[in-house]
């Protein structure tokens, strides 16, 4: 019989090679969100299930949906006993602006504690280290629980084609419980359990002026400018409070409660902590809302990205033809992104001059997710965490989205343990990515010990 003592032992003998494996996987350039890198996508996959199946897990294979394909395995060799789905995706964002990396993105780096590289932390690493514990326990034993993977390659891009996939082949899916790796933690020191995701809306805001760029001194002044416009389209968004001026935006928001307040004013997520990690001079925000709630709890509206006239070296005397802005939403309960789509919608119609034609494109949406921490698996997390920290977990919403989550409850009744090695300063879509190594073994040993309370 397996027990934990001897798999914690081998995952310890095991680091080094457990690193050699995690950047095989990093040197994939597997960026799911353009198109280019579908080979890159496929290989990864592959290599995902070739490790699957060196571990011994069954019925390993590809499936494909309309976009990039998902990595099934099982081993269900314990009828009786409960099933655990193993979470996790293999795609990465972009890596650019490039020229701010200090390491090549695709080839780890270790530099004192800290492994470099795109997807180390989000979350190459994070499902390695739901792997490398799985092996362990494979190669010391028996497996004490059922298990499945579903390893996704559309996260990063909203999970784009996951509830047409689930509608058909939810059934294969079903588990007693989902560990998700892909959620962090508040600290190196702190472990944490994450019981609330955001959702997202992406959208692309297109605004079109003159049929082609112009002389701006020859046309400046009796011609909108398509930049102008867009600008103030988007500073129109948001009041001076921060608040977002969508009509109906906060509708069928969830109010905070003076319990989760009290909950979140424990946590060590400060004004403090917020200004380190980030580098800013001072925060922004609601001011009814500490930051941890304005990310944890509250919804926002971000420009993510912003294209239009000469951006080049020097100057260009250029009246743009057009603008364009990546816009996103993160959304709460009880918000939909069909309803936050109509009023985005709504605002440009109200607010959009008649000098200029504009268009919305829905790029994609991930729902809202709150779960369930009175599960067997999150109190086998929890007391598999206090194992290994010698302290109980922290519990917090967290800001960013994983759109499976909230799929997964409701076409499968699977609810997640959403947890994780990630930590906040390791630069997740960002240059520099980075994992923090000791997180990453401490991650290791505690799934190592939930597997087993699990059973
Ligand atoms: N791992 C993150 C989400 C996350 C980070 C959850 C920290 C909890 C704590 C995930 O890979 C991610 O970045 N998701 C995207 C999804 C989006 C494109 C729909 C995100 O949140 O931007
Ligand atoms: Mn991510």
Not at 94 to 108: H, K, N, Q, R, S
Not at 222 to 237: D, K, S, Y
Not at 414 to 419: F, Y
Request: glycine fraction near 8%.
């Amino acid at each position: 019989m397996a027990d934990a003592k001897s798999a914690i032992e081998y995952a310890h003998k095991n680091r080094e090679r457990f690193i050699k494996e995690l950047s095989e996987f990093v040197k994939i350039e597997s960026i799911s969100t353009d198109d280019e890198y579908k080979p890159q996508i496929q290989k990864a996959a592959e290599w995902a299930a070739d490790h699957l199946r060196k571990l011994g897990i069954e019925n390993v294979k590809l499936m494909p949906t309309a976009g990039h394909p998902v990595v099934y395995g099982d081993w269900l060799q314990l009828p009786g006993a409960p099933t655990v789905l193993i979470y996790g995706h293999y795609d990465v964002q972009p890596v650019d602006p490039i020229e701010l990396w200090e390491t090549a993105p695709f080839e780890t780096t270790v530099k004192g504690d800290y492994i470099f590289g795109r997807g180390t932390s989000d979350m190459k690493g994070q499902v390695m280290a739901t792997l490398n514990a799985i092996e362990a326990i494979m190669k010391t034993g028996d497996f004490p629980l059922n298990l499945k993977f579903m390893l996704e390659g559309e996260e990063e891009i909203g999970s784009l084609h996951m509830p047409d996939f689930l509608s058909k082949h939810g059934e294969m899916f079903k588990a007693d419980f989902c560990l998700n790796p892909d959620a962090g933690a508040i600290s190196a020191d702190e472990p944490t359990i994450t019981y609330g995701l955001r959702g997202l809306a992406y959208y692309e805001i297109n605004i079109y002026g003159p049929k082609q760029d112009l002389h701006s001194g020859l046309f400046g002044g009796t011609v909108h400018n398509p930049a102008q416009v867009l600008t103030e389209l988007l500073a129109g968004m948001h009041d001076a409070n921060g608040t977002i001026t969508l009509p109906g935006f906060y509708d069928s928001v969830r109010p905070v409660t003076d319990q989760e307040r009290e909950a979140s004013a424990r946590l060590p997520t400060t004004p403090e902590s917020y200004l380190e990690q980030t580098g800013v001079p001072a925060l922004w925000g609601e001011k009814e809302y500490t930051p941890a709630l304005r990310v944890g709890a509250r919804p926002t509206l971000e420009v993510n990205g912003l294209l239009s006239g000469w951006t080049g070296p020097g100057s260009k005397t250029v009246l743009p033809a057009k603008a364009m802005a990546k816009v996103s939403c993160r959304l709460v309960p009880d918000q939909t992104s069909a309803e936050v789509h109509k009023q985005l919608l709504k605002y440009m119609e109200q607010n959009a001059p008649k000098t200029v034609a504009w268009e919305v494109k829905d790029l994609h949406q991930s729902p809202w997710a709150i779960t369930d921490i009175n599960t067997s698996g999150v109190r086998a997390l929890a007391s598999a965490m206090e194992t290994v920290w010698g302290k109980p977990p922290l519990y917090r919403r967290e800001g960013g989205s994983i759109g499976v989550v909230a799929m997964l409850q409701e076409t499968c009744g699977v609810e997640s343990g959403l947890v994780g090695c990630g930590l906040p300063d390791d630069n997740v879509h960002s240059p520099n990515e980075r994992m923090h190594l000791p997180t990453w073994y401490k991650n290791v040993d505690a799934y190592i010990h939930f597997f087993f309370n699990m059973k």
